[in-house]
Every structure is written in structure tokens, then in C-alpha cells.
């Protein structure tokens, strides 16, 4: 079945809605506004400017930037122009961002809003022709408003075909080195039109972005929702500026990952303690009034559909939010997906699941449980790994590496990643996963990794949150250890925790423990701090500060 592309569905709203708000971004407090018809001039002429540059059919053309308005741009630039897309995280390392380009044969690179543009930029190789986005100057590129001004834009709706690549995405790296995702026109539009149908309240939104749009799941539900359904998109200016500029956009559909609703939990405590919060929600007209008033401060007052997705979220977070009337979604997919699997329903939801699969979705359990999805998203494999895409379908279905159980019906759990478990010197698996999610349900812990690959037992790291930074360390020592203590004797024998590491430093994704999506990186946390698992072992307390 045919489904329009992004290209056609740009073009559609360029036509209908010309004067109606498209892209609205913050530059130094201010916000730029640029309608469907004004985004479309500036579209066009700078794909006639690719083409005039030589670039046309199946030619690698690479986006680096945070989110911002012309990221958008730049991506239907180069679709129109019959290239393909590869966009990149603007936070990666000169080395990595050489190695994909490289990888990628991309010919040319958008330059733009980059917190550390001179040192990133000596991972593009001199050979590449290099524009710049408006608002962020880059020495040595091209101009984007010179090249705009300088070439007619392209007309009508240009032809693509379904079949044809759209977009090399490079993964995020959590479990080594980057692969390049191939995925078409069509496996993009059948996975938006999906999510449409699953949906069928979502029109005409108001949406936010600040999560990489390099990411499948920012990419897909931002961008794509926002040019399927003519609607209009705020970005955020900087982490600084984040909630000031959530509260401004107040989004009807918003996409956060479990790490950021953790911290906005953390700042919402650390307003109004636990004790004071539960009272003020048992009386019912202060009820109402504490539930909105929160939701307006946190920037969502107007949201009807609130997800979560990229990771594992703990169910107890999930049942915390809705006591505040805030109903979070979990989503589930994969980049090699287009982040199309499986989805809870806002009236529906069942915490602790990532619910029931998307229309023309078929899921199956494979070797060891794992969850082995089909449909017309699937990617068409990693860019020149043959082996490796071949490797990861069976009988037509995605290994996702994700061990999962389904339920009558048809609401999917996820229990852990396969490659996840480890043995230690036991001999015996652990599913780290599970107990970490139990770990989390406890106020103090931010951060948490169960490790002990080969170890005599498993051992938990973890940092703390914000509530407890001026507690005192003995008395916190003291209920860490009855956590622990507790949690042992829910765990079978070879699953039980040695000890429980404090660590100073919070994991993020500037030393490289994090991904960009705030996942955990665990190959990273076990070099970091594996020469120190014999010392924390032998420790005479259970509870152990970095």
C-alpha cells in the first residue's frame, strides 16, 4: 500500500496552511518564527543549491546540529534534492564523527547550533563541502542565506521513490562501535501512518523538541508527526533554558526519556517533600488544584498524549505520575525499527509493560524469549554490513535482543537485554535489568547498574539524587544497607548483591556513561571502574562510598 512521504506531506501543508506557524526556535531569548510557506522558499532553494553543487540521487549528505529550525529544513532540503539524509549526535567525539562520515561516503556536510563547534568540526575531513545554518556561523563553510538567496527554488512535488533510501541513522553506540541503519521513504510513512491510526485524536499539535533529532524516536514523533499533521514545533534553546522554554511551548504531545522524568520528579520533591505531597493530594479540591498547577509548571498543562520511550522506565515512576493526574505512555522500538513496535494507550496503559503492538505489526518470542518483530518499518539493514543485517532477521522478523514475555493480551514486558546478562563466577546468568528496576523504586538512588560479570557476586553501582546530598553519611549508609538487606531476600541465592557502591561522580553523557539518549552504557561503566570490583568486594561494610 502506498503511503505519501514526508516530501509530499510537506508540500501539502505548504500549500493549504502557507501563513500558519511551521518552526518556532529561541535564539538568545528571542523566537524565530517560520511559517510552512517561508520554511518552503528556503527548502526549496537550497536543494536547487545541492543540485547546482552536483548532488543528486543516492548522495550521503550529513546534518550536524542540536535541534533548531533549520535542522528540520536541511533534512527535506536534502530529500528534495534526491539525496540522503544521514544525520549525526552533535555531542559525539572529532574521531567518531570521522569514522561515520567516512563510513557513510557523505559528500557534503549542514553545519549549525553546537556547544563545542572548532573541536568537534576536525573530524570532518577538508574534502567535504560544508554549509552553515543560520544563527550559528561556522569559519570556513558556506553560507545557508547566501546559498538560499543565490538559487531559484525548486517547483512542484518532487518524485520519490518508497523504495528509495531516505536516511543512513547511525546508532547511538550502546553496545559498541555505531552501525548505519538503512531505512526508506515508505518504512518512515508506513510507520507515521501507523502511529496515526493507533491515535486518532492527533491532528493539529503543538509540539517540543530537545531530544537529539538524530534519534529514530525524536525524529519520528517530532519532526514526522509534526509535517504528517501540519502542526507546529517549538525547540528548546539550551539545558539551562529547558524549562523556562517547556513552560513557554506548554506541547499537547510530548516525548520524554526515563531519565528525565527521574529529574523532574527529583525537582518536584525537592519543592514539595513526599510526606507533604501525599497530604495535599488527600484532600480533594486541594487535589485538583496541586495537580494542575504542577502540570503547568512542569510545561504540561495542555499535553493529551504524554510518552516515554528509548529506555526502560520503573513502573513505580510511572504509578507516581499518574497520582499527579500525569498518565505517561510507554513506547517501544527500535532504531532498526523506526521506533514502530509497541505502544500503551493513554486509557488503557498497563504500567510496566510497553504495551500492545501497532497495527500491521506482527510480534513473536524467539530462542531465550526474545522479542522478534515484522513489519514495513523494518530497516533494509546496516549500510554495507550484509552479513551483520542477515544476521538480524529471522524468517522476516527483527531480533530485537530484548528478552520479553506477552500476556493475554498482548501487552509486551520487557525483561531484560539478552546480551545484558552476565554470569559471575558462579556460573550462573543475571538479568541485570529487573533488580534494577526494584533498586529504583527507592528515593535516593539516581543512577543504578547491576555489574559482576565473572565476579564471586553481583554488586550494584549507583549515584544518589539531589534529596539526599546534605543527609549524613552514616545514617545513609544504614538505610542503603537495609535496602539492600530487603532486596536480597527477594532475589535467589546467586542473584544477591556483595555490596553497594556509592559513586561520586553522577554518570552522564559528557564522561561517556551515558548515550544520548541517557542510557546507561554498561561496556563503558565496567571499564571505568572494573579495577576497583576485587577492593569494593572485600569490603568489611555493605555499603561502600566511592
Not at 574521531?95 to 553545519?111: C, R
Not at 549549525?112 to 545554518?133: H, N, Y
Not at 508527526?225 to 539550551?238: K, L, R
Not at 546480551?419 to 538512588?445: C, R, S, V
Amino acid at each position: 500500500m502506498y503511503y505519501p512521504n514526508i516530501v509530499e506531506k510537506f508540500c501539502e501543508y505548504e500549500q493549504t496552511k502557507p501563513d500558519q506557524l511551521f518552526l518556532a526556535e529561541p535564539v538568545k531569548g528571542v523566537y524565530q518564527t517560520f511559517t510552512w510557506k517561508q520554511a518552503g522558499e528556503q527548502i526549496r532553494s537550497m536543494a536547487a543549491a545541492l543540485n547546482a553543487m552536483g548532488f543528486g540521487k543516492d548522495d550521503k549528505i550529513a546534518i550536524l546540529s542540536k535541534n533548531c529550525a533549520h535542522w528540520i529544513m536541511s533534512d527535506l532540503a536534502i530529500a528534495m534534492a534526491g539525496c540522503v539524509s544521514v544525520p549525526l549526535y552533535p555531542n559525539i567525539s572529532a574521531e567518531t564523527l570521522q569514522e561515520i562520515i567516512l563510513h557513510s561516503e557523505s559528500k557534503a556536510i549542514f553545519i549549525g547550533k553546537l556547544d563545542q563547534p572548532e573541536q568537534i568540526r576536525k573530524g570532518v575531513p577538508d574534502t567535504l563541502e560544508q554549509i552553515s545554518f543560520p544563527f550559528y556561523p561556522n569559519a570556513g563553510c558556506m553560507n545557508w542565506d547566501e546559498l538560499v538567496a543565490t538559487h531559484l527554488p525548486l517547483n512542484g512535488i518532487p518524485q520519490l521513490d518508497p523504495e528509495a533510501l531516505a536516511c543512513i541513522v547511525y546508532t547511538s553506540g550502546t553496545t559498541g562501535q555505531a552501525k548505519g541503519v538503512m531505512h526508506t521513504y515508505h518504512a518512515m510513512a508506513f510507520a507515521v501512518n501507523a502511529f496515526l491510526k493507533n491515535f486518532p485524536t492527533i491532528q493539529t499539535e503543538i509540539l517540543f523538541s530537545y531530544l537529539p533529532l538524530c534519534h529514530v524516536a525524536e525524529r519520528m514523533l517530532v519532526e514526522c508527526g509534526t509535517i504528517f499533521t501540519g502542526s507546529t514545533v517549538y525547540f528548546v534553546e539550551s539545558l539551562d533554558t529547558f524549562a523556562t522554554n517547556l513552560a513557554y511551548t506548554q506541547p499537547t504531545i510530548f516525548l520524554a526519556v526515563p531519565r528525565i522524568w527521574e529529574k523532574m520528579q527529583e525537582g518536584i520533591l525537592k519543592k514539595m517533600p513526599q510526606k507533604k505531597l501525599d497530604r495535599l493530594l488527600s484532600i480533594p479540591l486541594v487535589s485538583t488544584l496541586i495537580k494542575k498547577t504542577i502540570r503547568k509548571k512542569l510545561g504540561l498543562g495542555r499535553a493529551r498524549h504524554i510518552f516515554t520511550g528509548a529506555s526502560p522506565i520503573n513502573p513505580a515512576l510511572l504509578y507516581w505520575y499518574a497520582k499527579l493526574g500525569i498518565i505517561i505512555q510507554e513506547a517501544y522500538g527500535m532504531t532498526e525499527n523506526v521506533a514502530l513496535s509497541h505502544v500503551n494507550k493513554k486509557m488503557s496503559a498497563k504500567f510496566g509493560t510497553v504495551g500492545q503492538p501497532y497495527a500491521g505489526v506482527m510480534v513473536r518470542l524467539g530462542k531465550d524469549n526474545e522479542v522478534q518483530v515484522k513489519s514495513d518499518a523494518s530497516m533494509l539493514g546496516y549500510y554495507k554490513e550484509p552479513e551483520l543485517s542477515a544476521q538480524c532477521f529471522e524468517d522476516g522478523f527483527l531480533k530485537t535482543g530484548d528478552e520479553g514475555s506477552i500476556d493475554a493480551e498482548g501487552y509486551l514486558t520487557i525483561t531484560g537485554r539478552i546480551k545484558d546478562q552476565f554470569k559471575t563466577g558462579k556460573g550462573k546468568y543475571i538479568t541485570p535489568a529487573p533488580i534494577e528496576n526494584q533498586l529504583l523504586t527507592h528515593p535516593y538512588l539516581g543512577q543504578v547498574c547491576v555489574i559482576g560479570s565473572g565476579q564471586p557476586a553481583a554488586m550494584v553501582l549507583c549515584t544518589l539524587t539531589e534529596q539526599v546530598i546534605d543527609k549524613d553519611q552514616e545514617v545513609l549508609k544504614k538505610e542503603l544497607s537495609k535496602l539492600l538487606d530487603d532486596l536480597n531476600q527477594t532475589l535467589e541465592h546467586h542473584e544477591q548483591l556483595a555490596r553497594l557502591i556509592v559513586c561520586k561522580e553522577e554518570w552522564t553523557i559528557q564522561n561517556g556513561l551515558l548515550t544520548p539518549t541517557l542510557k546507561i552504557k554498561r561496556k563503558n561503566i565496567d571499564i571505568q571502574y572494573s579495577d576497583r570490583y576485587p577492593e569494593w568486594y572485600r569490603a568489611a561494610e555493605l555499603v561502600v562510598f566511592e
